[in-house]
């Protein structure tokens, strides 16, 4: 099995820097973007336009949908170094090629506290979407109205079993086949989800909309509307993100046609696909519930009926999160392999590879110190998860803070250093206001999400059901 780096007999078939030849396509790349980018959260659209109202949400939508688009195009130029042409494998050799200094320090800090952040995050959502499911079916046998108490621990600790698994896969090269899956499960759960929200529409019950959203004093209280506006419009910026990985899956692209080029129009196929989703759930899900919008369409039980449409939805969305997982969590995993090689280069622990053979699986390539240390990896992120079921929140505010920096000022700073921008022209100065209005929006869902949080802890129960 090849996603699993079996052993083949073929010749040494090797790319300009020496590593294994990358077969990476448009297809697989576009499959990558779309897992990473499409998570659950497209689901919760609805509540965000609900609070920024059919102008300005629709405009934020389409506005920060052009804004990545375009600095994923500055980065995807920069994967080869200026000077060499030489690979840079991920974010932090991008930035130590362009512009070094104290700046790559940053970059690892953002990246890698966003990564990790994004792999708790997602134990978390994935054990909820499961919970629904045994929700939904004991709200069809005793009534909409009954309580449903459903443990979301043990759902957590079987995903992070089979995030063990998984996470055994060599590198983010053979990852191809788990995003091609995960790509149709988001498509998936949100066709039903929009699908769902047609029906309401068709059915006349539906919720009061307004130009300008929720209603201060009838749906929510002035400060309520203030927060939660940044909020939302953070969560729909934070909704296209993908830089955090976007180098990562340039790097498993082939050399020919050029990595550059085919990752741009991987990127606006990503994006744009992205975009349809995100406007038809956002919108229809916004015309369907009106300003009293959930937070999510299917967990948060906009719908009941048919409870096992609702069953299947949510089950993509689990099988969504288990191979999102592994897209993000595979740069950290390398990260920490690749600087270990280097400090021991003698430990047969570290850099020995063994040959097994695997039941069904044929001959495969075993690490003992890659087996440990990713196993250790993932049950720290499900334990965290488990103790901490609100870190979603806290994501949000990870989310803020690292939106900026990753998806923004530093394909800014490239571009200008890569194309020699000369200060004060009319490209430097949109370019440096495109920062400024960028860094406003992440401090400003910074805010809203820390108030949000201050609201989860108060809330909060340790190893307390979902009910």
């Known amino acids: 099995m090849k996603s699993f780096d079996t052993v083949e007999t073929a010749g040494n078939n090797f790319d300009d820097d020496g590593r294994e030849k990358r077969t990476g396509t448009f297809i697989t790349a576009s499959a990558h973007i779309i897992t990473a980018v499409i998570g659950s959260g497209v689901l919760s659209l609805a509540w965000a336009i609900a609070q920024l109202g059919w102008v ?246 906009g719908f009941y009926e048919p409870y096992w449409l609702i069953d299947f939805a949510n089950a993509c969305i689990a099988v969504h999160l288990i191979a999102a997982y592994q897209v993000f969590a595979q740069p950290i995993f390398l990260f920490v392999e690749k600087k270990c090689n280097k400090a021991w280069p003698e430990s047969n622990f570290i850099t020995k590879e063994h040959y097994i053979n695997i039941p069904l699986l044929g001959k495969c390539r075993i690490n003992f110190f890659r087996l440990v240390w990713r196993t250790t990896y993932v049950m720290f992120s499900t334990l965290v998860a488990m103790i901490f079921p609100f870190f979603n929140a806290i994501l949000g505010l990870i989310g803020a803070l690292t939106f900026w920096p990753l998806t923004v000022y530093f394909p800014v700073e490239m571009h200008i250093s890569q194309k020699k921008v000369k200060k004060y022209t009319m490209r430097w100065i949109g370019l440096k206001l495109l920062v400024l209005v960028c860094l406003i929006v992440s401090l400003l869902a910074a805010v809203g999400s820390i108030v949000g949080l201050i609201s989860s802890v108060k809330a909060y129960k340790p190893f307390h059901n979902l009910d």
């Open 56 to 301: 300005a949400g629709t405009v934020i939508l389409v506005t920060f949908a052009v804004i990545n688009y375009f600095t994923s195009t500055m980065l995807a130029d920069c994967y080869r170094s200026p000077d060499t042409g030489i690979r840079n494998y991920n974010y932090m050799d991008v930035v130590r090629a362009y512009l070094g200094g104290w700046k790559v320090k940053l970059c690892g800090l953002a990246q890698y506290g966003s990564l990790v952040g994004i792999t708790i995050g997602y134990t978390i959502t994935a054990s909820i979407s499961l919970v629904a499911i045994g929700k939904a079916n004991c709200f069809h046998e005793k009534g909409h109205g009954a309580k449903c108490s459903v443990s979301n621990y043990p759902l957590m600790a079987a995903f992070g079993i089979v995030q063990i698994v998984l996470s055994q896969i060599h590198n983010f090269h053979k990852l191809s086949f788990l995003s091609i899956i995960a790509t149709v499960m988001s498509f998936s759960y949100a066709s039903i989800g929009i699908g769902l929200a047609l029906a309401a529409l068709a059915s006349g019950k539906v919720g009061k909309t307004d130009m300008t959203g929720t209603v201060v004093g009838l749906d929510v209280t002035a400060s309520e509307k203030i927060w939660r506006s940044f909020q939302a419009a953070g969560d729909i910026a934070f909704s296209y993100a993908f830089s955090v990985v976007l180098v990562e899956i340039q790097d498993t692209l082939r050399s020919s046609p050029p990595e550059n080029k085919v990752m741009k129009k991987a990127s606006l196929a990503g994006v744009s696909t992205t975009t349809g989703f995100y406007i038809l759930c956002g919108c229809i899900g916004y015309a369907a519930f009106g300003n009293q919008a959930p937070g999510d369409f299917l967990t948060d039980f």
